[in-house]
């Protein structure tokens, strides 16, 4: 457990370590994850209500579920990751988007941050009262998949999306 950072709720107060976040994650060019990260942020005070108003079906498009984001965030405000954590799931997210969506960004990897934001995720799961939540990785992403099993996952299956990627999808029993 790492003390000095915590899962906090998208607030306008901290564009600046937001977007610092942000433009860091787009110049490396990799997928933002989880997804609600890649929405341009250029409105700030929208899509923080945007990402405040994920919980609210009736705010919800077609097709989405309802869902909370959280930025993992040190003791001086720099956001080191975002989680999207869904509160129930449809055939997509059951068959290859889980639960859970989380991502470190790219300076910040490899040093405990992502076991410490999915620990404190399944927290709030707990808090929502799920028993079980899924959680999936891309088959080649051993990071993620280490980060799920030394939470408690369990794999069950793998399935192929559309494009041919493998996704490996993990069970986390909730106690």
């Known amino acids: 457990m790492n003390p000095n950072v915590s899962l906090q709720k998208p607030s306008v107060e901290w564009l600046t370590p937001y977007l610092d976040f942000y433009e ?3 110049a ?48 001086s405000h720099r956001i080191l990751g975002a989680v999207n954590i869904r509160h129930q799931l449809n055939q997509k997210l059951l068959e290859s988007g889980g639960h859970i969506g989380y991502g470190i960004r790219p300076s910040e990897r490899r040093k405990g941050y992502a076991s410490e934001l999915l620990r ?15 959680v999936v990785c891309d088959q080649t992403n051993i990071g993620s998949e ?20 493998v996704v490996r999808r993990h069970w986390i029993t909730l106690s």
Not at 66 to 74: A, G, I, N, Q, V
């Open 28 to 75: 490396s060019q990799e997928s933002f994850v989880p997804w609600v990260i890649g929405k341009d942020p250029e409105d700030f005070e929208a899509y923080v209500q945007f990402l405040n108003e994920g919980a609210d079906e009736s705010k919800l498009a077609d097709g989405f579920v309802p869902h909370s984001t959280y930025w993992l965030m040190d003791s």
């Open 24 to 26: 860091e994650w787009k």
């Open 120 to 134: 404190q995720s399944l927290q709030i799961t707990r808090d929502l009262g799920l028993e079980q939540v899924l």
């Open 146 to 165: 280490r980060t799920i099993l030394k939470n408690g996952g369990v794999l069950e299956s793998e399935f192929i999306e559309a494009d041919g990627n």
